[in-house]
């Protein structure tokens, strides 16, 4: 059967140039992209995957880390990261990850024992020993939805997005406004910080401790567990910010549940702007991601670290959106 090398041999021409006719790239002679063409023709040579991979030397196969919730917002983030990976030829590999120490520890062992191009993260992982750890094993890595000093990251800009959506609120008249949110990513500190921040400007005093109920996971189950916490505590509050769109869901659920009307007697806003924001009932009021953006310049900043086999650029911070619907309204004395 006839190979690539093959192919190269009889036309006098390197491997590589084949596969850039074979794989249709650019910067190939005109007359050797031609000489090529007739030479598959005639020996009925079909291209596959392996025979360029071989070529290539590279597996064409990206590691995605993600949570092991796999939640509503990594699925729909995934799946347009995975999109223009395919447009770029290469498959996907999943590496779940928990939120303990040991969990990331094997994670890490499994990456090095599969051969890939490179790594994706849409999870954030916490122990900085992971990261140096990558960088020994020289792979390149892009992170999406949060950033790292030393590689390139796609994200917006979580604490001016989280003071936008409580300024919101504020200019609705609210005072007594509370926040459910996690301590244990810097997604969700930022997020903090921004509807501290605001609070302050509007001269509200810090009490992180009364105001804000922290949570070990971004789901609505953890956002159930959240609104209970904060009603426990207290119930004079008129407003709440929720770190994310699924915390947000929980949260209303158990606000419906103990009697309460969204949003003519608590307004709620969430975070990240998932599709089923704009279905659930009341439509959620929420900061917009742009994810579909997101996944593109991920992948493509990722493509571009392989081929050049040099980091390309640092941060992209994307453009948010405050999304005003039905969850939120002004308060009336």
Do not use: W
Request: aromatic letters at 10%; one cysteine or more; glycine letters at 6%.
């Amino acid at each position: 059967m006839v190979n690539i090398k093959d192919i190269a041999k009889r036309v006098g021409m390197s491997p590589s140039t084949v596969s850039r006719v074979v794989n249709d790239k650019k910067y190939v002679n005109p007359k050797k992209r031609e000489q090529i063409l007739k030479l598959i023709e005639e020996t009925g040579y079909v291209p596959n995957q392996a025979a360029r991979n071989m070529v290539l030397q590279r597996s064409f196969t990206v590691g995605i880390i993600l949570a092991d919730t796999f939640n509503m917002f990594q699925r729909q983030l995934f799946s347009f990261v995975e999109r223009h990976l395919g447009a770029f030829g290469y498959n996907t590999h999943f590496f779940f990850v928990k939120f303990e120490g040991s969990s990331e520890e094997e994670c890490l062992a499994k990456l090095k024992a599969e051969k890939l191009d490179g790594i994706i993260m849409i999870h954030e992982i916490q122990q900085s020993s992971f990261y140096e750890s990558v960088k020994n094993l020289k792979l390149p890595l892009v992170t999406a939805t949060f950033n790292h000093p030393d590689f390139p990251s796609v994200h917006v800009d979580e604490e001016n997005a989280a003071y936008e959506a409580v300024r919101h609120l504020l200019n609705l008249g609210h005072r007594k406004i509370k926040m459910i949110s996690s301590n244990g990513l810097s997604c969700g500190v930022q997020r903090a910080e921004g509807f501290l921040r605001a609070l302050e400007t509007a001269g509200i005093e810090r009490n992180v401790e009364e105001q804000i109920v922290f949570v070990r996971q971004y789901t609505a189950e953890f956002g159930i567990y959240g609104m209970r916490e904060l009603l426990l505590r207290s119930r004079d509050f008129s407003a709440v910010f929720a770190a994310t769109d699924e915390l947000a869901i929980g949260a209303m659920r158990v606000l419906k549940d103990e009697g309460f009307r969204i949003p003519e007697d608590i307004s709620v806003v969430g975070f990240d702007d998932l599709d089923i924001s704009n279905y659930f009932m009341p439509r959620l009021t929420t900061i917009h991601q742009p994810l579909i953006e997101i996944g593109e310049r991920t992948a493509q900043a990722l493509h571009k670290y392989i081929s050049s086999g040099n980091r390309v650029g640092t941060d992209m911070v994307l453009p948010h959106k405050l999304i005003i619907r039905e969850s939120t309204r002004a308060l009336t004395s």
